[in-house]
């Protein structure tokens, strides 16, 4: 199984949204960036079977613009795994219940991204093992979605992504 972990692109700050924290957007340069970033994983020839997202609108938000750059064909499933306040153990379950030859994109947000990471390639706990907005990491997971046993195959700003895209 290969494992791409995505963080949601630049949200408006909670300090100025009067709404529900899930139903916080993405900025218009969120939107411009995470599209970009996007196009990078693009150019990075993904070629995933699955495309998870936190239920929250920033990440759903973001996962689509992944499905319009990467795979057009695939569903955007939301996960509830993937929200603000689930754990590492309810991801890592998670991906336990996906087919081994999986190749699996999980749009979300940090700590528990960063977390998840950390797990998987046996490195927790390690400070500053986190995403930026619209950043990603891919992991293979040859033996399935085992803690310590990932091999991490790149871990990219959200800015090396843009420029892999020529943005």
């Known amino acids: 199984m290969d494992c791409l972990l995505m963080r949601h692109g630049i949200a408006v700050y909670a300090e100025e949204w009067a709404g529900a924290e899930e139903d916080r957007p993405l900025t218009k340069k969120g939107k411009v960036r995470a599209r970009q970033a996007a196009a990078g994983l693009a150019a990075l020839k993904c070629r995933p079977t699955h495309l998870f997202s936190s239920p929250f609108v920033r990440a759903y938000d973001t996962a689509k613009l992944v499905r319009d750059e990467v795979c057009p064909t695939l569903k955007v499933e939301r996960c509830h795994e993937l929200a603000v306040g689930a754990s590492p153990k309810q991801v890592l379950s998670f991906?336990?219940?996906?087919?081994?030859?999986?190749?699996v994109i999980c749009v979300g947000h940090e700590p528990l991204l960063g977390e998840v990471a950390g797990i998987?390639?046996?490195?927790?706990?390690?400070?500053?093992l986190s995403f930026k907005k619209a950043g990603a990491a891919?992991?293979?997971?040859?033996?399935?979605?085992?803690?310590?046993?990932?091999?991490?195959r790149w871990w990219l700003q959200p800015?090396?992504?843009?420029?892999?895209a020529g943005c």
């Open 138 to 152: 891919l992991i293979h997971l040859p033996d399935g979605p085992k803690p310590g046993r990932g091999i991490l």
């Open 95 to 103: 991906l336990r219940s996906l087919p081994p030859t999986s190749t």
């Open 120 to 128: 998987l390639l046996g490195v927790r706990p390690l400070p500053g």
């Open 159 to 164: 800015r090396q992504l843009r420029a892999l």
